[in-house]
């Protein structure tokens, strides 16, 4: 521990954002740097911990607590506090094969399991990690590693989104030959065409990883849906292994009266649309220029329907949450170290305020029907209040008559998660999927009911943060790597 007091002389402090009316004129990310005597007193923070909770990575009450990948926090913030940035840099890449994505997009249950949040406002530590690997990358300490040794074993993956691409990366550091399937025309999964541009730089972050794996030897193999391009049966013929790591890409319906309108249209597909609009430098088929915008659902989707929306044009943003509005402290029945449920403004909410005067979000709110003009095209969404309410030992939803109100809308997103992986492709290997309809593969060796055949991700686990695929692709790689070669050295 190199500051003995420093959680102590130290207060949390977090890297300027871009001002809210000058970012939302443009899609370039939003957060600046810190200089790195600020770091250094960030890192000073971390209080060398009997137990450090902060790389636990486990469930607790349903919710991650700690990093699931165990990254060794307080080691690489007592680099950062000493200036041993290149030390801190080899002991983030021990277990974070892509700190740069987590570093911007993970929750950050690290932090919710802080042990200095138990008195003060915990390390900043998803800050810290995206500052290394980008002071790595700066430096020129990121650069293409060849492997010496090969196997001669051929694995495929099939999906390159973050679970794929551990995956591929770890198989590939153990001297398989490794082949990534993507069925879209980039490579990324959602961390290219789920997340916009403005969390996530898809050319300088995603696309740079992408570019230093191709160089270490991976295949990439684009705009190959597997059971439509490329037939499944001939998958264990051609590969020694095959990892399905598809996702979760299902998204979760809402069965209101009017679903059937147009300008009702999944979030996934909206943020899709523009992502790919920005890049591909044309229009996007999905516009919520010039219209009143209604998401429905929270979560970090929400989140980003609503900042895309707002760069796009919108006349106003609404977003409803079904769920009530949590509370701005820690209650008893959430105590530490479990994820804090509280209330928090993210990024896109802040926009809108700025905008419109208010946070967009209304809680406990229940979409009941849409409404259409002459043509079939949304025009409204009727809302009601709703209580929360204990039935059958359940906690559900009721609404309160007399609430009902009328919100103009002539552009819905449904930002409500997913419900598993698409089937057709399980249905043709004959994988088993569990009673979630996730394909059935237990955590102790990540294999399928086929032979050779393994699963990570979204696709095994369900709907899930990024740090989490980032441990299944790991774990399945290591066990994808035991089966090949009856041993394996990765960890």
């Not at 971390?46 to 919710?63: A, I, K, N, R, V």
């Amino acid at each position: 521990m190199g500051k003995v007091k420093g959680f102590m002389e130290y207060q949390r402090a977090l890297p300027l954002d871009r001002a809210p009316l000058e970012r939302i004129h443009d899609w370039q990310e939003f957060h600046k740097e810190m200089e790195a005597g600020e770091l250094q007193e960030q890192g000073a923070r971390c209080m060398d911990c009997g137990t450090p909770y902060c790389h636990t990575g486990f469930m607790l009450s349903g919710m991650t607590s700690g990093c699931p990948i165990h990254n060794l926090v307080p080691e690489w913030n007592d680099y950062v506090y000493k200036g041993f940035w290149h030390e801190a840099y080899d002991r983030l890449m021990k277990t974070n094969n892509f700190p740069e994505f987590t570093g911007r997009v993970c929750p950050a249950p690290c932090e919710g399991s802080c042990v200095l949040g138990l008195i003060e406002l915990p390390v900043t530590i998803k800050n810290i990690e995206c500052s290394i690997i980008e002071h790595a990358f700066t430096e020129g300490w990121v650069v293409p590693k060849q492997i010496a040794n090969r196997t001669g074993k051929r694995v495929l993956i099939v999906g390159s989104g973050p679970s794929g691409l551990a995956c591929a990366d770890q198989l590939n550091k153990a001297g398989h030959s490794v082949t990534v399937f993507e069925r879209d025309d980039r490579f990324g999964g959602l961390m290219m065409y789920g997340i916009p541009n403005m969390k996530l730089d898809k050319r300088l972050v995603v696309e740079r990883r992408i570019e230093l794996m191709k160089s270490e030897g991976i295949t990439f193999v684009e705009r190959t849906e597997v059971g439509v391009d490329y037939p499944a049966d001939k998958l264990l013929e051609e590969f020694d292994a095959v990892v399905l790591c598809t996702g979760a890409t299902k998204p979760r319906n809402l069965a209101a009266e009017g679903r059937e309108f147009s300008g009702i249209h999944y979030a996934m597909d909206f943020l899709r649309s523009s992502t790919k609009a920005l890049l591909d430098d044309t229009t996007p088929a999905l516009s919520a220029a010039g219209k009143n915008v209604v998401v429905i659902g929270g979560g970090d989707t929400g989140t980003d329907c609503v900042a895309t929306s707002l760069r796009q044009g919108c006349i106003s943003v609404l977003q409803l949450e079904i769920m009530p509005k949590p509370p701005l402290d820690r209650q008893p029945e959430n105590p530490w170290p479990e994820w804090p449920k509280t209330f928090k403004v993210d990024y896109g909410q802040e926009e809108a305020a700025f905008l419109q005067g208010e946070d967009p979000r209304q809680y406990s709110i229940m979409t009941k029907k849409f409404l259409a003009d002459e043509t079939g095209a949304v025009q409204a969404v009727e809302v009601s209040r709703v209580e929360w309410v204990t039935e059958d030992g359940r906690f559900v939803p009721q609404p309160v008559a007399g609430t009902e109100q009328i919100i103009p809308a002539e552009f819905v997103l449904l930002a409500m998660g997913f419900v598993g992986p698409e089937e057709h492709l399980l249905q043709q290997l004959q994988v088993v999927q569990d009673e979630r309809s996730n394909i059935k593969a237990t955590e102790k060796n990540y294999r399928t009911n086929r032979d050779g055949i393994f699963a990570a991700g979204d696709a095994r686990r369900g709907q899930s943060l990024v740090v989490w695929a980032i441990h299944e692709g790991r774990s399945a790689a290591r066990e994808c790597d035991r089966f090949l070669m009856g041993y394996t050295n990765l960890p």
